[in-house]
């Protein structure tokens, strides 16, 4: 029996059981392979490389390339500056990136590497080659969770590389979150679509949803460029999509070169898209977004109201990354369902706020908790069931020990497909979710209907 | 070679031809190498999983715990606590002040809950740094619980997976002798090295069962802690698997005198050979087991051959590419692609030692490669340069194949068909023919020339 969580609840104070987060480094390896002709380094053991690398691939079902130190215990002993060293000239001399995003973990963190004197040496000693650049992150894996580690390198990125000497103040700026490529591809659509002149970063489309072409490239034509990096120090605004994972990208590139920033919520749902559109929209000076993104929005309305019988009042337990379960919680409001159980494994009370204030007075009947993990909620949903899971793989053993319709949404998704080519992220990704509620929920309907009640038109 | 492969590489690459073999191995990668190997702490966590009745704490950061949860299909007959994933999930705060007591706390908790039959204590690259006593607080729950409590001392950077297996083999040796051993039979063994990947373990034991001889214990696939107490009652260690148990084989011989042999139960070769070899050993005392091994063979193959032979029709002169962890495993694929009719291109192992991969170079035909620690450019440089029809490999491997248009199985531990014993090669063979004759592929740009129809509409755009 794969159900051994009790009904009871008690205090743990010591103990993490079914993890909804996981550790920083993963994080800054996937903000890394953002940047085109990137090489993620693993500053550590190679076992974190190794799983980090195993657990994007499950995911992105790609390859997903990324280099390590390989400690030793030589190396945790007197330190790993040296493997640092040897692998930067190895990396240069072979792979050849553009750029190396180093990353730390929890060892070469708490033996104190000091990562920008090595770097700073290689370059002096003539290993890191002119033109080449090496960036890195600080991303102990016992702070935080993934989400601050893809916070910390996209931060590192505007540390390293962002400058107020070329671009132009006509660009916005928008870091998409730590969501799929899927999503990132949709803003640069929707960008494209507002006819504005914009620069996401880190973009992982055409790096991990790449179309099969019968060769193999280390290096895929995806990823925001340097040039464009640097560039964002001039632009006219920061969109950072998503508090958690992008707010402390936006408030740097503030603070280094002046781009004023503004924190929304990831556009999932309509009224999020519509707060990110409108945000475009007093860039751009038009008064309304063109007609195919309108009727975009009115398919997707048309989708809510036609279904919304189905939706209303139905209880949802949702986990997953704060920033996508915030949005969610928002969308899923806005339909009339009622988020009763909102956690994620990320720590910071910001979540909770948030989530209450998107409740409102709701907020009473639903129980929000960051730093929490899967055995709680499921050990909340055993006192008082719900109607719908939402939220990553993982939630699998409590949908089928609770016997409850669920749906996959954020990350990782290890067990079904569709996340690598279609976003969640505007109103053409609020379809795609919606769709997806409805026909599970539609799914169960039909399986529990006794035979005089089962329905051909629903 | 190409300017894809390190010149320090150089020496872990050998292709069979004129020259006399030599080749370096068994040593650390290459700092800045985009490795495929993983750590101690990984190799610890593959051998001990599999105990489905035992706690298994992870002490450190989330992440090693989170990673390890639940991506081995090591199936259980009964508990499945295994599949749950518990970490103390240390913050800084503990890295500053320690983390005993947290783990101290968490130990007692979950096993006040769930009341295991005994706990794993996993220790992380961080627990070596910080210094916490994980045998201290294990000797104390485990007296006041009356519970085996047993560290493993798998700090991630003292070696890699290799040293991950000793370290896992010493935490079991802890538990070996502890059982009572009074009614185990003359005529028994413990299979080792097996983790029941896809109910494996199950099919080997009813071999042995039908030979008549007593499985004490499973280590590990559907592992009980009880059996594993007592499985130094056994008169002989099977033991399966490049070097993942062999340590504990090698230290129960040492300590209760008690023989192991090597096996493998890929192919039909190696299978039967196991099965003899066992019966071997206990032919003085019992005179008809090997009639009973020999008509077991006979049965099993005389419903296996001709299944093959539809899938072997269709394959004869295909080229398979290897890239496994342990190279005990190639040796056997590399048998088992014989029987099915197709060649061997390219061998590899991330853990092989200069002795297995002499014995590659012994068993493979001329123009192989074999590869040591490989990564992802030199594996897809080679599987282009060989044209080869399939990929075997693991999950890092996959979407390599994949990008490049070519089949793959996965005999690591995400396969979902149970590969060992004379039914598991007939699962091969489907599994290998499904992917190589897939039609799919003819729509890889790879495959397009040789399919002129497909060329020209291609064209035509």
Redesign the interface.
């Known amino acids: 029996?794969?159900d051994?969580t009790?009904k009871e609840v008690s205090e743990?104070?010591?103990?993490?059981?079914?993890?909804a987060?996981?550790?920083q480094?993963?994080g800054a390896m996937y903000a890394s392979l953002g940047i085109h002709r990137c090489?993620p380094?693993s500053h550590?053991?190679?076992?974190?490389?190794?799983?980090?690398?195993?657990?994007l691939?499950?995911h992105y079902?790609?390859?997903?390339?990324?280099?390590?130190?390989?400690?030793?215990?030589g190396?945790?002993v007197f330190g790993g500056g040296p493997?640092?060293r040897?692998?930067?000239?190895?990396?240069f001399?072979?792979?050849n990136p553009d750029v190396v995003a180093v990353h730390t973990?929890?060892?070469s963190e708490?033996?104190g590497d000091d990562i920008p004197s090595v770097v700073r040496k290689a370059r002096e000693d003539g290993i890191i080659p002119d033109g080449k650049f090496v960036i890195h992150a600080n991303t102990?894996?016992?702070?935080g969770?993934n989400v601050t580690g893809f916070s910390n390198m996209v931060k590192a990125m505007i540390d390293y590389l962002s400058s107020r000497e070329f671009g132009s103040s006509k660009d916005v700026n928008v870091i998409p979150g730590y969501v799929d490529p899927a999503d990132m591809r949709e803003i640069k659509r929707m960008l494209g679509e507002l006819n504005v002149s914009g620069i996401v970063f880190p973009d992982t489309s055409d790096v991990l949803d790449?179309p099969?072409?019968?060769?193999?490239e280390?290096f895929p034509k995806g990823g925001t460029t340097i040039e464009q990096i640097m560039k964002t120090g001039s632009s006219g605004l920061t969109i950072s999509l998503g508090a958690f994972a992008s707010e402390a990208g936006g408030a740097s590139l503030e603070s280094k070169c002046g781009v004023p920033f503004k924190v929304l919520d990831l556009p999932v749902g309509v009224h999020a898209t519509d707060m990110f559109v409108k945000s475009i929209l007093e860039i751009t000076g038009e008064i309304r977004p063109p007609a195919s993104m309108i009727d975009d929005r009115g398919r997707v309305m048309d989708l809510m109201t036609d279904m919304q019988g189905y939706l209303y009042g139905k209880k949802v337990a949702l986990y997953g990354d704060p920033d996508q379960v915030i949005a969610m919680t928002d969308f899923l409001v806005s339909m009339g369902m009622r988020p009763v159980y909102v956690i994620t494994?990320t720590p910071g009370k910001r979540f909770e706020d948030r989530v209450n204030r998107i409740l409102g007075n709701d907020s009473s009947n639903c129980l929000v908790k960051a730093s929490a993990d899967l055995?709680y909620l499921h050990q909340l949903i055993k006192n008082g069931p719900v109607d719908l899971i939402i939220g990553n793989t993982?939630g699998k053993y409590i949908a089928r020990a609770e016997d409850i319709p669920f749906v996959r949404y954020g990350f990782p998704i290890l067990d079904r497909v569709g996340h690598g080519f279609f976003p969640t992220f505007g109103y053409r990704g609020a379809m795609r979710i919606l769709t997806s509620i409805i026909n599970t929920l539609l799914d169960r309907v039909d399986r529990d209907a006794p035979e005089e009640r089962f329905e051909l038109v629903m | 070679m190409g300017s894809t492969i390190f010149e320090e590489r150089d020496r872990q690459i050998h292709r069979k031809g004129d020259e006399p073999f030599s080749m370096d191995c068994d040593m650390p990668s290459l700092a800045g190498a985009v490795s495929q190997r993983a750590c101690v702490f990984c190799g610890s966590r593959v051998v001990l999983y599999p105990i489905a009745d035992a706690l298994h704490l992870v002490h450190g950061p989330i992440g090693c715990a989170a990673y390890t949860w639940d991506i081995r299909g090591a199936l259980s007959s009964g508990p499945e606590l295994h599949r749950l994933s518990f970490s103390t999930d240390l913050q800084e705060k503990d890295v500053i002040f320690g983390g005993e007591k947290k783990l101290y706390q968490a130990l007692i908790e979950l096993i006040n809950r769930h009341s295991p039959k005994g706990a794993f204590v996993y220790s992380t690259c961080i627990v070596g740094i910080i210094g916490d006593d994980l045998g201290a607080v294990c000797r104390r729950v485990s007296e006041e619980t009356g519970i085996p409590v047993i560290p493993v001392q798998s700090e991630g950077f003292k070696g890699n997976k290799r040293a991950g297996y000793n370290a896992a083999c010493k935490a079991l040796f802890e538990l070996v002798g502890t059982g009572v051993i009074d009614d185990i039979s003359p005529v028994s063994i413990n299979i080792l090295g097996d983790f029941n990947l896809a109910g494996e373990i199950w099919i080997i034991r009813e071999y042995f069962e039908r030979m008549g001889v007593q499985v004490v214990a499973n280590i590990t696939g559907d592992g009980r802690i009880d059996d594993i107490k007592r499985s130094h009652g056994a008169s002989l260690n099977v033991v399966q698997c490049s070097g993942s148990t062999i340590d504990l084989a090698i230290m129960m011989e040492r300590q209760y005198g008690i023989p192991f042999m090597r096996v493998s139960y890929f192919g039909v070769e190696d299978m039967a050979e196991s099965l003899y070899r066992v019966a071997n050993f206990f032919s003085d005392g019992d005179t008809d087991i090997m009639d009973r091994t020999r008509e077991l063979v006979r049965n099993e193959l005389a419903q296996l051959y001709p299944l093959l032979e539809k899938y072997r029709k269709d394959l004869m002169g295909k080229k398979a590419a290897i890239y496994v962890g342990g190279a005990f495993k190639a040796f056997s694929l590399v048998k088992a692609f014989r029987l099915i009719g197709m060649d061997v291109a390219l061998v590899g192992s991330q853990t092989g030692t200069e002795e297995d991969y002499r014995e590659l170079y012994d068993i493979t035909d001329p123009g192989t490669i074999i590869v040591d620690d490989s990564n992802p450019l030199e594996l897809s440089s080679f599987l282009q340069e060989k044209d080869v029809d399939i990929f075997v490999g693991g999950v890092k491997e996959r979407p390599i194949a994949y990008k490049l248009g070519v089949g793959f199985c996965d005999h690591n531990h995400e396969r979902k068909e149970a590969l060992e014993g004379f039914v598991g090669m007939l699962n091969f063979a489907r599994e290998v023919h499904s992917t190589v004759m897939s039609p799919v592929w003819r729509f890889s740009p790879r495959r397009i020339s040789q399919h002129s129809s497909y060329e020209l509409s291609l064209k035509a755009v």
């Open positions: 029996m794969l051994m009790p743990r104070s010591a103990l993490r059981i079914n993890p987060k996981t550790c480094p993963i090489l380094h550590g053991s190679q076992g974190c490389c190794s799983y980090h690398r195993s657990h691939t499950r079902k790609e390859p997903v390339v990324a280099s390590t130190s390989s400690f030793t215990e190396a945790a493997n640092l040897q692998s930067l000239n190895n990396i001399q072979v792979y973990t929890c060892l708490t033996i102990p894996s016992y702070v969770s790449l099969m072409t019968g060769s193999y280390m494994g055995f993982y």
